[in-house]
Structure formats: structure tokens, C-alpha cells
Nanobody, 117 residues
Framework: QVHLVESGGDLVQPGGSLRLSCTAS????????MGWYRQAPGKERELVAT???????SYADSVKDRFTISRDIAKNTVFLQMNSLKPEDTAVYYC???????????WGSGTQVTVSS
């Protein structure tokens, strides 16, 4: 069993920054991908950024050059540094973990990010 716990969501003004963290616990297989998805009200959940255990990174076009994903492999933790936040970044952000080659995904309970003046 795998358990993911996110933190760092908050209310921030446009142009501000936030840093999200997510730590995984339980039976963690080495060859994995951790990342972040988000879901805004009335919209489907979408990929924000992912990072594999060997450093392969993928970003949504909407967050490139503003968000940075990083990982502490030893601590099974993934971070998302979000800069130049926009109102359209408002969403619940979910941490995700899956094994490479597997269709089984593990999810955190989500952390709310609200960008508003």
C-alpha cells in the first residue's frame, strides 16, 4: 500500500509564488514517476508536471517557464515550485505516483491553491 500526503496549498495573489510538497510512504518501488495534477471547478483533472526516478521531466505547456518540479529520491518526496501564479492556476493540486510500465496510479487527497487578489 502507498500513501501520499501533500502540503503547501494556500491563497496567494496573482504574480505570487507557492511551493507544494508531497511525501510518499509505504511500499515504494524504485522505478517510479511522481508528479502533480490539478483539477479546477467544472474541469477535468489535468497533468501539471511529472518527474521520473532518473530525472525525466514533463510539463504542461501552460506552466512551462513558471513551475519547476523537483524530487528528493531518498525521502520519496516531490516538490512543485510555482512562480508567477495566475488566477487560472486556481485548482486542487493532487500528488501522483505510479510505477513505470504500470497503469496503477496512487493519489494524494489534494491541496487547494487559490490565486486571487
Amino acid at each position: 500500500q502507498v500513501h501520499l500526503v501533500e502540503s503547501g496549498g494556500d491563497l496567494v495573489q496573482p504574480g505570487g509564488s507557492l511551493r507544494l510538497s508531497c511525501t510518499a510512504s509505504g511500499s515504494i518501488f524504485r522505478f517510479n514517476v511522481m508528479g502533480w495534477y490539478r483539477q479546477a471547478p467544472g474541469k477535468e483533472r489535468e497533468l501539471v508536471a511529472t518527474m521520473s526516478h532518473v530525472g525525466g521531466i514533463s510539463y504542461a505547456d501552460s506552466v512551462k517557464d513558471r513551475f519547476t518540479i523537483s524530487r528528493d529520491i531518498a525521502k520519496n518526496t516531490v516538490f512543485l515550485q510555482m512562480n508567477s501564479l495566475k488566477p487560472e492556476d486556481t485548482a486542487v493540486y493532487y500528488c501522483n505516483l505510479h510505477w513505470i510500465g504500470s497503469t496503477t496510479h496512487y493519489w494524494g487527497s489534494g491541496t487547494q491553491v487559490t490565486v486571487s487578489s
